[in-house]
């Protein structure tokens, strides 16, 4: 009888463990590889690992450098989501598997050892815009890692049963732990799973193990602070150089970690009492129990993900602009009725690439005028990637350059600033710079094309331009012009005194043209309109056409020639506006039956 309770026991565990495992593995791959693909393709894009020696002393130069080399080398694998998202299950299902067989939990309570790995889901994936201005992007690798080789640590120092070996264990493991895998989990942590392995081994000499515990971390940061790292803050060689995560610091952000601490917390209070019994009398109840726990736990873990849906859209306009798939940026958050202005100024740029300003600038919300036609820069803290590639469309060499160098000089370990940077610089014909980008990411895995590349136009300069999957479509003048930086407020301004100088410059034109429409300026939209067939030799696209016939109407005298379709339209949309006797409810009828038109733009906006 007994032996066939086993046999159920036995197969009941193996269901539950199998089934769990299938469902986490499955639901993560999806949650990853699916859900926020673009977070890894962006956390990849900001971050570059590199095989050689130098890079290797960087990284372990820095308090928690062993943690952030070995994060970097697995954050390489991000270009392929797919590859990446099965790097970090495998690792959180050792965590599951290591917090199972370290803690004794029942298996009737299997599902509770999948806690740590929900949480820690969540806390990778809930980023925000300030992802965009770290410095170390391996924030996806820390976390998870740190817990790992905290865990591994601590199975290790339970399942040594000789005590004298166990202190031996102490020794080396405290400063390990502490400076050379100091990651954001490493000082909430360390010091309770210590605890706990002292206790699980139910040492008459707790006391005097915790005391040597604790004795051996003020040595460990004292040796640390003073002649490992003295140029480092306190904190830095404490917690690591890197950031807990590169979410937003809000109160509401730090739940994750909060509940992740409490895990252990719980766990410590556990091990002060004999483990539970493993006897499961209702196999086929705990079964299901296991499986539904899970089921909760994912969509526990889908709600408290990052649901910023603007922040998302972002991630897609950008790397859709840098894959030059400009009908997919277009598509990103088209409805949306309050988008950010990093979202409006990505969108803006893939509108001007793509030839389409004209024609569909205002079928989007445009809330910020011309403002939402650059990003802001600052010298003085990392800038919002790819700024410095919108003045190099429009022709802005020297602000290009300048906003390129200054982002590459403050995170040199990231391909976005370096590729903007050979770019750049190789437009302005400084092969030097060019050849050394080469030869950097010769060194990595997955950008020894991009290097190709560089090495073509290197040998063969008079392909400088014409290398399409290098530069981009558009081929515009480059003005040897200084011009300061806009400020916000000052855009408009800017681009005015940009294309006076430089007419010949088509996108400048489209700058110069969305800037005046966007601040509704009347007499810069029918300069400029006056000027359109100077270069397009075609039909008016249709925002500058209702832009044109506005102009008629409110200079009252034929200023640009508008088409007979626009002029009947414009005569439908004052008879309408005239009909209209409540002004509270005007702009939202008006918007129903013209809202992706310049006219509701330019009287409701």
């Not at 806390?123 to 410095?135: F, W």
């Not at 865990?151 to 400076?179: A, V």
């Not at 917690?239 to 970690?257: A, R, W």
Request: include cysteine; glycine fraction near 4%.
């Amino acid at each position: 009888m007994y032996s066939y309770n086993s046999h159920l026991e036995k197969k009941a565990t193996r269901t539950i463990s199998c089934v769990s495992g299938f469902l986490f593995i499955l639901f993560s791959f999806v949650y990853l590889a699916v859900s926020f693909r673009y977070l890894l393709y962006i956390t990849e894009d900001l971050s570059l690992f590199t095989y050689d020696f130098p890079f290797f002393l960087e990284k372990v130069s820095k308090p928690g450098g062993i943690l952030l080399y070995v994060a970097s080398f697995f954050t390489q694998f991000l270009c392929y989501p797919w590859i990446g998202a099965l790097i970090i299950i495998a690792f959180l299902q050792l965590i599951q598997w290591l917090i199972h067989r370290s803690f004794y939990f029942n298996r009737k309570y299997f599902i509770v050892s999948y806690i740590p790995s929900f949480l820690l889901l969540v806390i990778i994936t809930d980023a925000g815009r300030s992802l965009y201005l770290m410095t170390h992007l391996e924030s996806i690798f820390t976390y998870v890692l740190s817990l790992f080789f905290l865990l591994l640590s601590y199975y290790s120092f339970i399942n040594i049963q000789d005590p004298r070996k166990s202190l031996i264990t102490l020794c080396w493991l405290i400063p390990l732990l502490f400076f050379g895998l100091s990651g954001s989990a490493a000082i909430f942590f360390s010091g309770l799973i210590l605890l706990c392995g002292t206790l699980s081994k139910r040492n008459s000499n707790i006391f005097s193990i915790c005391l040597l515990s604790l004795g051996l971390m003020g040595l460990s940061f004292i040796l640390a602070k003073y002649l490992l790292y003295p140029h480092f803050t306190t904190n830095q060689v404490l917690f690591g150089i890197h950031p807990i995560t590169p979410v937003d610091y809000k109160t509401e952000k730090l739940l994750p970690h909060l509940l992740l601490l409490l895990f252990f917390v719980l766990i410590a209070i556990r091990q002060m009492f004999p483990p539970m019994g493993n006897r499961i009398t209702s196999y086929a109840r705990w079964t299901y129990t296991n499986i539904i726990g899970l089921l909760i736990l994912s969509a526990l873990t889908a709600t408290l993900a990052n649901s910023n849906d603007d922040f998302r859209y972002e991630m897609v306009i950008d790397r859709s602009i840098q894959n030059r798939n400009y009908n997919k940026a277009l598509r990103a958050g088209k409805d949306a009725p309050h988008p950010t202005r990093e979202m409006t100024v990505l969108r803006n740029t893939a509108l001007v690439l793509s030839g389409h300003a004209g024609d569909k600038m205002f079928e989007y919300a445009q809330n910020y005028k011309s403002d939402g036609l650059f990003f802001d820069y600052n010298k003085d803290k990392p800038s919002y990637p790819g700024g410095a590639m919108i003045y190099f469309y429009l022709g802005a060499k020297h602000l290009a350059t300048e906003w390129a160098n200054n982002d590459y000089l403050k995170n040199r370990n990231s391909f976005r600033m370096l590729k903007d940077y050979a770019l750049i610089a190789t437009a302005n014909g400084h092969l030097n710079a060019t050849k050394q980008t080469a030869q950097i990411l010769d060194k990595t895995l997955f950008h020894r094309d991009f290097a190709k590349e560089l090495y073509e136009i290197i040998a063969d300069s008079t392909i400088l331009m014409n290398k399409d999957q290098v530069f981009g479509g558009i081929k515009q003048r480059l003005s040897d012009n200084y011009y300061p930086f806009p400020t916000k407020g000052n855009y408009d301004k800017f681009i005015c005194s940009f294309y006076r100088d430089n007419q010949n410059n088509k996108v400048a034109y489209e700058y110069y043209l969305m800037s005046a429409l966007l601040d509704k300026n009347v007499d810069k939209i029918s300069w400029g309109l006056k000027r359109y067939w100077n270069y397009y030799k075609s039909t008016m696209p249709k925002h500058y056409s209702e832009a044109a016939a506005l102009c008629n109407y409110l200079y009252k005298a034929p200023v640009v020639y508008v088409n007979k379709v626009t002029l009947e339209k414009f005569k439908e949309f004052l008879k309408m506006k005239k009909v209209q006797n409540n002004p509270a409810t005007e702009a939202n009828v008006m918007r129903k039956n013209f809202g992706d038109t310049y006219w509701w733009y330019y009287f409701y906006k």
